[in-house]
Each structure stands twice: as structure tokens, then as C-alpha cells.
């Protein structure tokens, strides 16, 4: 009988699974930036226990998803192009460096993932032009980090991208095809310094794109209302 069963992978823990269900709705804009989130209502809600609840509040306020204010209270932050600034100050540095680390060592298969993910992009593009299109350049980006082959790197990118999830997800679903495919077109500009493995080619298209995606992002902001803290 042992032979004849596969072994089960364990499910994720409910700290992980309540984690999970509070970043989504946050990200996703579910819950409204400004309110509350009330220990005891939260766990109620998601049927959990105020400890699980407790624990994954403190990991979402030290990356940046929610914070704590003067009287104590822990709310999702407000979308600010300040904030979006910074964080993808910080982001142009990292994605420049994974993309310089992998240009010497990636591989013809990985450079063939990289491809695909290219191709279906545009396709997602040409049939939906919606925020859709965006899941594969996401995977775009973790091949590179993947190759990177840098866990600290790997880290705060991570901690970064999450923060920028929620801008992305507010803005986003208002781009149209025409701004995704000048995000497409900076893919192919990284993934043609990759297959050359010139490395500081690469980390300056990777930088370029980080830029451009930061304009076309605050931009769509802009019209979703969104200010600079001076301006609010």
C-alpha cells in the first residue's frame, strides 16, 4: 500500500492561507484603503482564529501593505505616486541586476522560456488587451530572477512587487493594448541582450523598461486620481 499512493504534499499552513486571502484583497483593492481592519471582525470573517490573523498582519505591515497609524488603528495605505516613485526607484536597481547576473550564464532553454513568454504576451495581448496580458510578463521577470540565481535578490524583489501589485491592479485594468505593447517591445530589447550575454547591454534594457513601466503606471494613476502627498 505504501507503494501504491503517492506521498501528499502539506497543504499550507493557515498562517500562509489567511496571509494569502489579506494580501489578495488588499491588492485586488477589496479592502478600502483608510478603513480599519478590526482583529476580531477579520477572523470572524475568514472563520480563523484572532492568532493566524494577528501574525499575518504584522508580515503585511512590514512589507508595506498596511500601516499602522497615530492612534493605532492598522489600515491599507493609500495609493501615492509618491510612494510609486520610490518603489520602482528601488525596482529599476533590481531588475538591472538580476538581468546582469543572468546574461553570463542563462541557457538556450531558459532563453527559450523567455520566448514563450514573449509570444503569448503578445497573443494575450492581441485577444484580450487587458490585464490579463499581464501574467506572463510577470513570469518574464521571475525566469530572469530564477537565473539570477540570487536569494536576497530574490527576497526583496519580492517584497518590492507585491507593494507594486496593488498599483498595478488599480491602474492597469484601465491600460489599453497600446501601453502593453510598449512593455512588450522593452521585453524583447532585454530578452535580445540576454541571447547576446552581454551582461551590461542587459541590465541597461531591464532598467530602461522599469522606467518606462513606472511612467506608463503613474500615468494611468493620474487618471484614476491618484496624487503626490504634497498635492493631497
Given at each position: 500500500m505504501d507503494k501504491a499512493l503517492p506521498i501528499l504534499e502539506s497543504p499550507k499552513r493557515l498562517n500562509e492561507r489567511v496571509f494569502d486571502a489579506l494580501s489578495n484583497a488588499i491588492v485586488r483593492g477589496s479592502l478600502e484603503p483608510g478603513k480599519p481592519l478590526i482583529v476580531v471582525e477579520t477572523a470572524e470573517h475568514l472563520g480563523v482564529s484572532r492568532t493566524p490573523v494577528r501574525t499575518a498582519m504584522r508580515q503585511l505591515e512590514?512589507?508595506?501593505?498596511?500601516?499602522?497609524?497615530?492612534?493605532?488603528?492598522?489600515?491599507?495605505?493609500?495609493?501615492?505616486?509618491?510612494?510609486?516613485?520610490?518603489?520602482?526607484?528601488?525596482?529599476?536597481?533590481?531588475?538591472?541586476?538580476?538581468?546582469?547576473?543572468?546574461?553570463?550564464?542563462?541557457?538556450?532553454?531558459?532563453?527559450?522560456?523567455?520566448?514563450?513568454?514573449?509570444?503569448?504576451?503578445?497573443?494575450?495581448?492581441?485577444?484580450?488587451?487587458?490585464?490579463?496580458?499581464?501574467?506572463?510578463?510577470?513570469?518574464?521577470?521571475?525566469?530572469?530572477?530564477?537565473?539570477?540565481?540570487?536569494?536576497?535578490?530574490?527576497?526583496?524583489?519580492?517584497?518590492?512587487?507585491?507593494?507594486?501589485?496593488?498599483?498595478?491592479?488599480?491602474?492597469?485594468?484601465?491600460?489599453?493594448?497600446t501601453l502593453l505593447r510598449g512593455g512588450l517591445e522593452e521585453h524583447k530589447a532585454v530578452l535580445s541582450a540576454l541571447a547576446a550575454h552581454d551582461a551590461q547591454l542587459a541590465e541597461k534594457c531591464a532598467r530602461e523598461h522599469v522606467i518606462h513601466a513606472k511612467e506608463r503606471l503613474a500615468a494611468s494613476l493620474r487618471l484614476l486620481g491618484a496624487t503626490r502627498q504634497s498635492e493631497g
Open positions: 512590514q512589507l508595506g501593505l498596511l500601516t499602522s497609524t497615530v492612534d493605532n488603528k492598522v489600515v491599507v495605505p493609500p495609493l501615492s505616486l509618491d510612494d510609486l516613485e520610490n518603489l520602482y526607484v528601488v525596482r529599476e536597481v533590481l531588475e538591472g541586476l538580476a538581468a546582469r547576473l543572468a546574461a553570463p550564464v542563462i541557457s538556450h532553454e531558459q532563453l527559450s522560456t523567455l520566448e514563450e513568454c514573449v509570444a503569448e504576451t503578445f497573443d494575450l495581448i492581441e485577444s484580450t488587451g487587458t490585464l490579463v496580458a499581464l501574467k506572463q510578463p510577470e513570469r518574464f521577470h521571475q525566469v530572469i530572477l530564477e537565473v539570477a540565481n540570487n536569494a536576497q535578490l530574490s527576497r526583496i524583489h519580492y517584497q518590492i512587487d507585491l507593494q507594486i501589485h496593488r498599483y498595478r491592479f488599480a491602474a492597469l485594468t484601465k491600460v489599453d493594448s
